[in-house]
Protein backbone atom coordinates (compact mmCIF):
# COMPACT_ATOMS: atom_id res chain seq x y z
CA UNK A 1 0.00 0.00 0.00
CA UNK A 2 0.97 3.61 -0.81
CA UNK A 3 0.91 6.40 1.21
CA UNK A 4 -2.75 6.76 2.24
CA UNK A 5 -5.06 9.64 3.44
CA UNK A 6 -8.63 9.96 4.07
CA UNK A 7 -10.54 13.36 3.66
CA UNK A 8 -14.28 12.97 4.86
CA UNK A 9 -16.11 16.09 3.09
CA UNK A 10 -14.29 18.59 0.17
CA UNK A 11 -14.23 21.91 3.23
CA UNK A 12 -11.74 19.41 5.34
CA UNK A 13 -8.48 20.98 6.45
CA UNK A 14 -7.47 17.64 7.71
CA UNK A 15 -7.41 14.25 6.69
CA UNK A 16 -6.78 11.04 8.88
CA UNK A 17 -3.29 8.23 7.81
CA UNK A 18 -4.60 4.86 6.45
CA UNK A 19 -1.73 3.10 6.83
CA UNK A 20 -1.82 0.89 9.54
CA UNK A 21 2.19 1.38 10.73
CA UNK A 22 1.72 5.07 10.10
CA UNK A 23 3.80 7.28 7.69
CA UNK A 24 7.89 8.99 8.88
CA UNK A 25 8.69 12.04 8.04
CA UNK A 26 9.07 13.24 4.52
CA UNK A 27 6.48 10.72 3.54
CA UNK A 28 5.08 12.54 -0.16
CA UNK A 29 0.93 11.84 -1.26
CA UNK A 30 0.09 11.31 -4.73
CA UNK A 31 -1.50 14.85 -4.59
CA UNK A 32 1.70 16.64 -3.62
CA UNK A 33 1.49 16.91 0.23
CA UNK A 34 4.39 15.93 2.41
CA UNK A 35 4.31 15.16 6.22
CA UNK A 36 6.58 17.42 8.09
CA UNK A 37 6.87 14.46 10.68
CA UNK A 38 5.75 11.15 11.42
CA UNK A 39 1.86 10.36 12.06
CA UNK A 40 0.44 7.38 13.31
CA UNK A 41 -1.96 5.56 11.99
CA UNK A 42 -5.40 7.16 12.01
CA UNK A 43 -4.56 10.37 13.22
CA UNK A 44 -4.94 13.89 11.80
CA UNK A 45 -2.40 15.89 8.88
CA UNK A 46 -3.27 19.22 8.04
CA UNK A 47 -4.05 19.33 4.24
CA UNK A 48 -2.74 22.76 3.89
CA UNK A 49 -1.34 25.83 6.38
CA UNK A 50 -3.90 26.56 9.29
CA UNK A 51 -3.45 29.92 11.36
CA UNK A 52 -3.93 30.54 14.37
CA UNK A 53 -7.67 30.93 15.84
CA UNK A 54 -8.68 29.70 12.67
CA UNK A 55 -11.50 26.22 12.81
CA UNK A 56 -9.70 23.01 12.08
CA UNK A 57 -12.75 21.47 9.78
CA UNK A 58 -13.22 17.19 9.86
CA UNK A 59 -16.76 15.98 8.64
CA UNK A 60 -17.18 19.31 6.92
CA UNK A 61 -17.98 21.14 10.11
CA UNK A 62 -15.66 22.48 12.80
CA UNK A 63 -14.15 20.81 15.10
CA UNK A 64 -11.48 23.32 17.21
CA UNK A 65 -9.41 26.43 16.65
CA UNK A 66 -5.84 26.20 15.96
CA UNK A 67 -4.18 27.64 19.09
CA UNK A 68 -0.52 27.97 16.91
CA UNK A 69 0.34 28.29 13.47
CA UNK A 70 0.01 24.36 11.57
CA UNK A 71 1.93 24.11 8.59
CA UNK A 72 0.58 21.78 5.96
CA UNK A 73 2.09 17.97 6.40
CA UNK A 74 1.89 18.67 10.37
CA UNK A 75 0.45 16.06 12.91
CA UNK A 76 -2.40 17.90 13.69
CA UNK A 77 -2.39 16.63 17.65
CA UNK A 78 -5.24 17.06 20.55
CA UNK A 79 -3.44 19.95 21.99
CA UNK A 80 -3.28 21.94 18.99
CA UNK A 81 -6.33 22.33 19.07
CA UNK A 82 -9.24 24.68 21.38
CA UNK A 83 -12.54 23.37 22.15
CA UNK A 84 -15.66 24.85 20.18
CA UNK A 85 -18.34 25.94 22.16
CA UNK A 86 -21.48 23.72 21.64
CA UNK A 87 -24.42 24.35 19.86
CA UNK A 88 -26.65 26.74 21.25
CA UNK A 89 -30.05 24.68 22.46
CA UNK A 90 -32.41 27.35 22.46
CA UNK A 91 -30.66 28.32 18.33
CA UNK A 92 -31.45 24.89 16.86
CA UNK A 93 -33.25 24.69 13.75
CA UNK A 94 -36.45 22.93 14.13
CA UNK A 95 -37.63 20.51 11.73
CA UNK A 96 -36.24 22.47 8.87
CA UNK A 97 -34.79 19.73 6.80
CA UNK A 98 -37.15 16.83 7.21
CA UNK A 99 -35.30 13.92 4.75
CA UNK A 100 -38.29 12.67 2.52
CA UNK A 101 -39.60 9.15 3.61
CA UNK A 102 -36.88 6.32 1.97
CA UNK A 103 -38.44 4.08 -0.46
CA UNK A 104 -40.32 0.75 1.31
CA UNK A 105 -37.71 -2.45 1.40
CA UNK A 106 -40.95 -4.99 1.74
CA UNK A 107 -40.48 -9.04 1.79
CA UNK A 108 -37.46 -9.20 4.56
CA UNK A 109 -38.20 -11.19 7.57
CA UNK A 110 -36.95 -13.21 10.26
CA UNK A 111 -37.63 -15.91 12.23
CA UNK A 112 -39.26 -14.89 15.66
CA UNK A 113 -41.03 -15.89 19.17
CA UNK A 114 -44.14 -13.60 18.99
CA UNK A 115 -45.32 -12.32 22.46
CA UNK A 116 -48.75 -11.47 23.55
CA UNK A 117 -47.62 -7.49 24.35
CA UNK A 118 -46.79 -7.91 20.66
CA UNK A 119 -43.40 -7.57 20.76
CA UNK A 120 -41.05 -9.91 19.21
CA UNK A 121 -38.16 -11.91 20.37
CA UNK A 122 -34.91 -13.01 19.01
CA UNK A 123 -34.35 -15.30 21.61
CA UNK A 124 -36.58 -17.64 24.18
CA UNK A 125 -34.74 -16.95 27.48
CA UNK A 126 -35.68 -17.39 30.71
CA UNK A 127 -35.22 -14.41 32.75
CA UNK A 128 -35.04 -13.86 36.49
CA UNK A 129 -34.93 -10.45 38.01
CA UNK A 130 -33.86 -9.45 41.43
CA UNK A 131 -35.58 -6.32 43.26
CA UNK A 132 -32.21 -6.00 45.03
CA UNK A 133 -28.47 -6.29 44.88
CA UNK A 134 -28.92 -8.50 48.28
CA UNK A 135 -30.65 -11.40 46.13
CA UNK A 136 -27.94 -11.59 43.21
CA UNK A 137 -25.67 -13.92 44.51
CA UNK A 138 -28.31 -16.51 45.45
CA UNK A 139 -30.16 -15.75 42.49
CA UNK A 140 -26.49 -16.30 40.61
CA UNK A 141 -26.01 -19.96 42.38
CA UNK A 142 -29.47 -20.98 41.32
CA UNK A 143 -29.15 -20.01 37.78
CA UNK A 144 -25.87 -22.25 37.41
CA UNK A 145 -27.92 -25.34 38.70
CA UNK A 146 -30.33 -24.66 36.30
CA UNK A 147 -28.58 -24.41 33.64
CA UNK A 148 -26.30 -27.45 34.28
CA UNK A 149 -29.56 -29.69 36.08
CA UNK A 150 -32.91 -28.45 34.48
CA UNK A 151 -32.27 -26.39 31.09
CA UNK A 152 -31.20 -29.67 29.70
CA UNK A 153 -34.53 -31.28 29.70
CA UNK A 154 -35.56 -28.00 27.99
CA UNK A 155 -34.20 -27.58 24.24
CA UNK A 156 -36.38 -25.49 22.86
CA UNK A 157 -34.84 -22.26 25.82
CA UNK A 158 -31.56 -20.87 24.72
CA UNK A 159 -30.94 -19.66 28.32
CA UNK A 160 -31.38 -18.85 31.65
CA UNK A 161 -30.43 -15.26 32.80
CA UNK A 162 -29.81 -13.80 36.17
CA UNK A 163 -31.04 -10.08 35.47
CA UNK A 164 -28.61 -8.48 38.36
CA UNK A 165 -27.99 -4.95 39.11
CA UNK A 166 -26.67 -2.81 42.08
CA UNK A 167 -29.80 -0.99 42.58
CA UNK A 168 -32.85 -1.59 44.99
CA UNK A 169 -31.90 0.08 48.46
CA UNK A 170 -29.46 2.43 50.05
CA UNK A 171 -31.74 4.92 47.49
CA UNK A 172 -33.57 7.94 48.00
CA UNK A 173 -36.21 6.04 46.61
CA UNK A 174 -39.06 8.49 46.03
CA UNK A 175 -36.42 11.06 44.71
CA UNK A 176 -37.40 12.21 41.43
CA UNK A 177 -33.77 10.73 39.42
CA UNK A 178 -34.96 7.67 40.86
CA UNK A 179 -37.54 7.22 38.52
CA UNK A 180 -34.79 6.13 36.01
CA UNK A 181 -33.39 3.36 37.50
CA UNK A 182 -36.76 1.74 38.33
CA UNK A 183 -38.11 2.81 34.93
CA UNK A 184 -35.56 1.21 33.58
CA UNK A 185 -35.34 -1.97 34.93
CA UNK A 186 -39.23 -2.23 35.16
CA UNK A 187 -39.00 -2.18 30.88
CA UNK A 188 -35.64 -4.64 31.30
CA UNK A 189 -37.95 -7.41 32.94
CA UNK A 190 -40.60 -6.86 29.85
CA UNK A 191 -37.77 -7.32 27.24
CA UNK A 192 -39.01 -9.32 24.15
CA UNK A 193 -36.26 -12.01 24.61
CA UNK A 194 -38.30 -13.04 27.91
CA UNK A 195 -41.34 -13.77 26.47
CA UNK A 196 -42.79 -10.40 28.25
CA UNK A 197 -43.37 -11.98 31.26
CA UNK A 198 -40.96 -11.22 34.30
CA UNK A 199 -40.42 -13.35 36.80
CA UNK A 200 -39.38 -12.10 40.47
CA UNK A 201 -36.39 -12.58 43.34
CA UNK A 202 -37.26 -10.10 46.23
CA UNK A 203 -35.57 -10.50 49.40
CA UNK A 204 -38.88 -8.61 51.17
CA UNK A 205 -37.23 -5.31 53.32
CA UNK A 206 -35.96 -4.10 50.30
CA UNK A 207 -37.22 -0.17 49.03
CA UNK A 208 -37.19 -1.31 45.61
CA UNK A 209 -40.40 -3.52 46.38
CA UNK A 210 -41.99 -5.68 43.65
CA UNK A 211 -45.25 -3.99 43.59
CA UNK A 212 -42.91 -0.45 42.69
CA UNK A 213 -41.07 -2.78 40.24
CA UNK A 214 -43.95 -4.04 38.63
CA UNK A 215 -47.07 -1.64 39.41
CA UNK A 216 -49.28 -2.57 37.08
CA UNK A 217 -48.97 -6.51 36.99
CA UNK A 218 -50.53 -8.95 40.47
CA UNK A 219 -47.67 -10.53 41.88
CA UNK A 220 -48.31 -13.48 43.60
CA UNK A 221 -45.38 -15.01 46.09
CA UNK A 222 -44.42 -18.30 45.04
CA UNK A 223 -44.81 -20.52 48.00
CA UNK A 224 -42.24 -23.37 48.11
CA UNK A 225 -44.37 -26.49 48.41
CA UNK A 226 -46.59 -25.13 45.34
CA UNK A 227 -45.55 -22.48 42.92
CA UNK A 228 -48.42 -21.68 40.18
CA UNK A 229 -48.16 -21.47 36.95
CA UNK A 230 -49.36 -18.48 35.46
CA UNK A 231 -49.29 -18.19 31.67
CA UNK A 232 -48.16 -13.98 31.00
CA UNK A 233 -48.09 -12.88 34.44
CA UNK A 234 -45.25 -12.21 37.35
CA UNK A 235 -45.21 -13.85 40.34
CA UNK A 236 -42.15 -13.45 43.24
CA UNK A 237 -40.37 -15.51 45.67
CA UNK A 238 -39.10 -13.43 48.39
CA UNK A 239 -36.38 -14.64 50.29
CA UNK A 240 -37.16 -13.55 53.91
CA UNK A 241 -40.45 -15.04 54.20
CA UNK A 242 -41.30 -17.39 57.24
CA UNK A 243 -41.57 -20.60 55.21
CA UNK A 244 -38.15 -20.50 53.52
CA UNK A 245 -35.65 -22.23 55.90
CA UNK A 246 -32.02 -21.39 55.17
CA UNK A 247 -30.05 -21.09 51.74
CA UNK A 248 -30.93 -24.29 50.24
CA UNK A 249 -34.50 -23.57 50.75
CA UNK A 250 -34.21 -20.15 48.90
CA UNK A 251 -32.11 -22.37 46.17
CA UNK A 252 -35.03 -24.62 45.93
CA UNK A 253 -37.91 -22.56 45.62
CA UNK A 254 -35.83 -20.65 43.02
CA UNK A 255 -35.32 -23.73 40.75
CA UNK A 256 -38.52 -24.85 41.23
CA UNK A 257 -40.17 -21.60 39.99
CA UNK A 258 -37.76 -21.52 37.14
CA UNK A 259 -38.52 -25.50 36.09
CA UNK A 260 -42.50 -24.38 35.48
CA UNK A 261 -41.29 -21.25 33.70
CA UNK A 262 -39.17 -23.14 31.60
CA UNK A 263 -41.85 -25.73 30.63
CA UNK A 264 -44.05 -22.91 29.27
CA UNK A 265 -41.02 -21.05 27.54
CA UNK A 266 -40.31 -24.11 25.77
CA UNK A 267 -43.42 -24.81 24.19
CA UNK A 268 -42.45 -21.64 21.87
CA UNK A 269 -40.99 -21.52 18.63
CA UNK A 270 -40.18 -19.46 15.80
CA UNK A 271 -42.07 -18.00 13.49
CA UNK A 272 -41.58 -16.18 10.30
CA UNK A 273 -42.07 -12.42 11.25
CA UNK A 274 -41.50 -9.51 9.30
CA UNK A 275 -38.42 -7.43 9.48
CA UNK A 276 -40.29 -4.32 11.29
CA UNK A 277 -40.75 -6.73 14.51
CA UNK A 278 -37.16 -5.70 14.84
CA UNK A 279 -36.02 -3.03 17.24
CA UNK A 280 -32.36 -2.38 17.17
CA UNK A 281 -30.44 -0.63 19.58
CA UNK A 282 -27.12 0.81 17.82
CA UNK A 283 -23.61 1.44 20.14
CA UNK A 284 -19.95 2.23 19.75
CA UNK A 285 -17.25 1.36 22.28
CA UNK A 286 -13.67 2.15 22.35
CA UNK A 287 -14.07 4.59 18.94
CA UNK A 288 -10.90 5.72 16.68
CA UNK A 289 -10.91 8.27 14.04
CA UNK A 290 -12.03 5.68 11.49
CA UNK A 291 -15.21 4.69 13.62
CA UNK A 292 -17.07 7.94 11.63
CA UNK A 293 -14.90 6.70 8.18
CA UNK A 294 -16.26 2.92 8.21
CA UNK A 295 -18.00 1.20 10.89
CA UNK A 296 -20.22 4.24 11.48
CA UNK A 297 -21.43 4.73 7.67
CA UNK A 298 -21.82 1.24 7.36
CA UNK A 299 -24.33 0.67 10.19
CA UNK A 300 -26.05 4.09 9.24
CA UNK A 301 -26.36 2.28 5.89
CA UNK A 302 -28.05 -0.46 7.34
CA UNK A 303 -30.11 1.34 9.89
CA UNK A 304 -31.43 2.97 6.56
CA UNK A 305 -32.42 -0.39 5.46
CA UNK A 306 -34.03 -1.16 8.68
CA UNK A 307 -36.49 1.76 8.52
CA UNK A 308 -37.11 1.19 4.69
CA UNK A 309 -38.65 -2.70 6.23
CA UNK A 310 -40.37 -0.46 8.90
CA UNK A 311 -38.10 -1.55 11.85
CA UNK A 312 -37.37 0.36 14.79
CA UNK A 313 -33.77 1.79 14.99
CA UNK A 314 -32.47 3.72 18.02
CA UNK A 315 -29.42 5.18 18.62
CA UNK A 316 -28.37 6.88 21.99
CA UNK A 317 -25.39 7.97 23.85
CA UNK A 318 -26.11 12.22 24.23
CA UNK A 319 -22.69 13.37 25.14
CA UNK A 320 -21.40 11.71 21.39
CA UNK A 321 -24.70 13.54 19.56
CA UNK A 322 -24.68 16.94 22.13
CA UNK A 323 -22.09 18.31 19.98
CA UNK A 324 -24.08 17.84 16.76
CA UNK A 325 -27.70 18.25 17.97
CA UNK A 326 -27.39 20.88 15.02
CA UNK A 327 -27.82 18.05 12.48
CA UNK A 328 -30.62 16.17 13.70
CA UNK A 329 -32.89 18.62 15.00
CA UNK A 330 -33.28 19.92 11.19
CA UNK A 331 -34.20 16.32 10.36
CA UNK A 332 -36.81 15.49 13.31
CA UNK A 333 -40.28 14.64 11.74
CA UNK A 334 -41.96 17.62 13.28
CA UNK A 335 -40.92 21.02 16.00
CA UNK A 336 -42.45 18.48 18.80
CA UNK A 337 -39.99 16.02 18.19
CA UNK A 338 -37.05 18.11 17.62
CA UNK A 339 -38.22 19.58 20.97
CA UNK A 340 -38.22 16.41 22.65
CA UNK A 341 -34.30 15.86 21.66
CA UNK A 342 -32.67 19.22 22.68
CA UNK A 343 -35.16 18.56 26.04
CA UNK A 344 -32.75 15.39 26.79
CA UNK A 345 -29.70 17.46 25.58
CA UNK A 346 -30.47 20.18 28.02
CA UNK A 347 -31.56 17.59 30.86
CA UNK A 348 -28.24 16.13 30.52
CA UNK A 349 -26.14 19.54 30.26
CA UNK A 350 -28.01 20.39 33.97
CA UNK A 351 -26.79 16.82 34.67
CA UNK A 352 -22.93 17.39 33.99
CA UNK A 353 -23.30 20.46 35.35
CA UNK A 354 -24.80 19.70 38.70
CA UNK A 355 -21.56 16.89 39.02
CA UNK A 356 -19.00 20.07 38.28
CA UNK A 357 -18.20 18.14 34.71
CA UNK A 358 -19.20 19.01 31.29
CA UNK A 359 -18.86 16.83 28.09
CA UNK A 360 -14.89 17.61 27.76
CA UNK A 361 -14.70 14.23 29.84
CA UNK A 362 -16.17 12.40 27.23
CA UNK A 363 -13.35 11.35 25.26
CA UNK A 364 -10.87 8.32 26.42
CA UNK A 365 -7.29 7.81 26.74
CA UNK A 366 -8.21 5.17 24.22
CA UNK A 367 -10.35 7.46 22.07
CA UNK A 368 -7.50 10.13 21.64
CA UNK A 369 -4.95 7.15 20.83
CA UNK A 370 -7.00 6.23 18.33
CA UNK A 371 -6.67 9.36 16.50
CA UNK A 372 -10.14 11.15 18.11
CA UNK A 373 -8.75 14.93 19.41
CA UNK A 374 -12.53 15.57 21.38
CA UNK A 375 -16.18 15.22 22.10
CA UNK A 376 -17.10 17.62 18.62
CA UNK A 377 -14.42 15.47 16.67
CA UNK A 378 -16.19 11.87 18.54
CA UNK A 379 -19.66 13.37 18.03
CA UNK A 380 -19.62 13.90 14.23
CA UNK A 381 -18.92 10.42 13.74
CA UNK A 382 -20.67 8.86 16.46
CA UNK A 383 -24.41 10.45 14.39
CA UNK A 384 -23.60 8.75 11.12
CA UNK A 385 -24.72 5.66 12.73
CA UNK A 386 -27.92 7.13 12.49
CA UNK A 387 -28.21 7.08 8.56
CA UNK A 388 -30.27 9.56 6.66
CA UNK A 389 -33.99 9.15 7.58
CA UNK A 390 -36.03 11.64 9.61
CA UNK A 391 -35.73 11.46 13.39
CA UNK A 392 -39.51 9.54 14.08
CA UNK A 393 -39.59 10.05 18.01
CA UNK A 394 -37.52 10.76 21.17
CA UNK A 395 -37.58 8.41 24.55
CA UNK A 396 -36.18 9.58 27.94
CA UNK A 397 -34.01 7.75 29.87
CA UNK A 398 -35.48 3.98 30.73
CA UNK A 399 -38.24 4.50 28.47
CA UNK A 400 -39.43 1.54 26.61
CA UNK A 401 -39.37 2.67 22.95
CA UNK A 402 -42.52 2.18 20.50
CA UNK A 403 -42.17 3.98 17.65
CA UNK A 404 -41.10 3.01 14.41
CA UNK A 405 -38.39 4.14 12.31
CA UNK A 406 -35.40 6.31 13.73
CA UNK A 407 -35.52 6.67 17.44
CA UNK A 408 -32.80 8.54 19.70
CA UNK A 409 -33.52 7.26 23.09
CA UNK A 410 -31.87 9.29 25.85
CA UNK A 411 -28.77 7.13 27.54
CA UNK A 412 -25.24 8.10 28.74
CA UNK A 413 -22.44 7.50 26.65
CA UNK A 414 -20.73 5.19 28.75
CA UNK A 415 -20.84 1.50 27.35
CA UNK A 416 -22.51 -0.39 29.94
CA UNK A 417 -24.95 1.76 30.70
CA UNK A 418 -25.77 3.08 27.58
CA UNK A 419 -26.50 -1.36 26.58
CA UNK A 420 -28.56 -1.72 29.73
CA UNK A 421 -31.04 1.08 29.27
CA UNK A 422 -31.59 -0.36 25.51
CA UNK A 423 -32.24 -3.42 26.86
CA UNK A 424 -35.47 -1.56 27.93
CA UNK A 425 -36.94 -2.07 24.05
CA UNK A 426 -34.12 -3.86 21.64
CA UNK A 427 -34.16 -7.28 20.54
CA UNK A 428 -30.95 -6.76 18.53
CA UNK A 429 -27.85 -4.96 19.58
CA UNK A 430 -24.93 -3.62 17.02
CA UNK A 431 -22.01 -2.71 18.49
CA UNK A 432 -18.95 -0.83 16.62
CA UNK A 433 -15.21 -0.14 17.33
CA UNK A 434 -12.00 0.99 16.51
CA UNK A 435 -9.73 0.17 19.26
CA UNK A 436 -11.78 -2.93 20.24
CA UNK A 437 -13.97 -3.68 23.12
CA UNK A 438 -14.85 -7.22 24.26
CA UNK A 439 -18.60 -6.43 25.10
CA UNK A 440 -21.68 -8.59 25.16
CA UNK A 441 -25.02 -8.57 26.54
CA UNK A 442 -26.67 -11.86 27.91
CA UNK A 443 -30.12 -10.71 27.19
CA UNK A 444 -29.70 -10.03 23.18
CA UNK A 445 -27.49 -10.84 20.38
CA UNK A 446 -24.54 -8.49 20.12
CA UNK A 447 -23.33 -7.82 16.51
CA UNK A 448 -19.58 -6.35 16.25
CA UNK A 449 -18.14 -4.53 13.84
CA UNK A 450 -14.48 -2.84 13.16
CA UNK A 451 -13.84 0.37 12.11
CA UNK A 452 -10.48 -1.09 11.13
CA UNK A 453 -8.95 -4.39 9.48
CA UNK A 454 -6.22 -4.43 11.57
CA UNK A 455 -8.19 -5.21 14.78
CA UNK A 456 -10.61 -7.19 12.75
CA UNK A 457 -7.76 -9.92 12.06
CA UNK A 458 -5.96 -8.99 15.56
CA UNK A 459 -9.63 -10.36 17.44
CA UNK A 460 -10.91 -12.85 14.88
CA UNK A 461 -12.41 -14.05 17.17
CA UNK A 462 -14.49 -11.41 18.71
CA UNK A 463 -15.31 -9.10 15.65
CA UNK A 464 -18.48 -10.19 13.46
CA UNK A 465 -17.54 -7.53 10.51
CA UNK A 466 -14.88 -5.93 9.24
CA UNK A 467 -15.57 -2.34 7.98
CA UNK A 468 -12.16 -1.07 7.60
CA UNK A 469 -12.03 -2.66 3.92
CA UNK A 470 -13.60 0.85 3.39
CA UNK A 471 -10.87 3.12 3.97
CA UNK A 472 -8.49 1.01 1.61
CA UNK A 473 -10.98 1.08 -0.70
CA UNK A 474 -11.66 -3.00 -0.87
CA UNK A 475 -15.02 -2.35 -0.03
CA UNK A 476 -18.19 0.05 0.18
CA UNK A 477 -19.61 1.53 2.81
CA UNK A 478 -23.03 0.44 0.66
CA UNK A 479 -21.29 -3.01 0.27
CA UNK A 480 -20.81 -3.26 4.55
CA UNK A 481 -24.65 -2.01 5.16
CA UNK A 482 -26.21 -4.96 3.20
CA UNK A 483 -23.77 -7.47 4.99
CA UNK A 484 -24.32 -6.05 8.84
CA UNK A 485 -28.26 -5.66 7.39
CA UNK A 486 -27.86 -9.19 6.30
CA UNK A 487 -26.28 -10.63 9.59
CA UNK A 488 -28.67 -8.71 11.42
CA UNK A 489 -31.72 -11.09 10.25
CA UNK A 490 -29.35 -14.13 10.66
CA UNK A 491 -28.54 -13.59 14.05
CA UNK A 492 -32.19 -12.61 14.46
CA UNK A 493 -33.73 -15.75 12.98
CA UNK A 494 -31.17 -17.57 15.38
CA UNK A 495 -29.35 -19.06 12.21
CA UNK A 496 -25.90 -17.80 13.38
CA UNK A 497 -24.79 -16.51 16.48
CA UNK A 498 -22.21 -13.83 17.17
CA UNK A 499 -18.82 -13.82 18.54
CA UNK A 500 -20.33 -12.53 21.97
CA UNK A 501 -23.03 -15.31 21.94
CA UNK A 502 -20.59 -18.02 21.41
CA UNK A 503 -18.05 -17.16 23.73
CA UNK A 504 -20.86 -16.23 26.27
CA UNK A 505 -19.18 -12.59 26.60
CA UNK A 506 -22.26 -10.94 29.11
CA UNK A 507 -21.22 -7.74 30.63
CA UNK A 508 -23.21 -6.87 34.34
CA UNK A 509 -26.15 -4.52 33.75
CA UNK A 510 -26.01 -0.75 35.16
CA UNK A 511 -28.85 1.14 35.33
CA UNK A 512 -27.94 4.47 35.26
CA UNK A 513 -29.15 6.37 38.40
CA UNK A 514 -28.59 10.07 38.83
CA UNK A 515 -30.31 10.24 42.13
CA UNK A 516 -29.03 9.96 45.60
CA UNK A 517 -27.82 7.39 47.47
CA UNK A 518 -28.76 7.56 51.49
Known amino acids: MGPLYVRVHPRDNVAIIVNPEGLPSGTEFPDGLRLKESIPHAHKVALHEIGTAEPIVRYGQNIGFANRPIPAGAWVREEMLDLPAAPVLDALPLATAVPPRLPELPGYTFEGYPNADGTVGTRNILGITTTVQCVAPTVEHAVKRIRSEILPHFPGVDDVVAITHSYGCGVAIDAPGATIPIRTLRNIVRNPNFGAAPLVVSLGCEKLQPSRLLPDKRLPSASVSELPVLEDEPYVIRLQDSELHGFGDMVAAIMRFAQKRLKELDGRRRVQRPASDLVVGLQCGGSDAFSGVTCNPALGYAADLLVRTGAT??????????????????????????????????????????????????????????????????????????????????????????????????????????????????????????????????????????????????????????????????????????????????????????????????????????????
Open 313 to 518: VMFSEVTEVRDAVHLLTPRAVDEKVARDLIREMRWYDEYLAGGLADRSANPTPGNKRGGLSNVVEKALGSIVKAGSSALMAVAGHGERVTAKGLVFAATPASDFICGTQQLTSMNMHVFTTGEGSPYGLALVPVVKVSSRTALAERWHDLIDVDAGRIATGDASIESVGWEIFHLILDVASGRKRTWAEKWGLHNALSPFNPGPVT
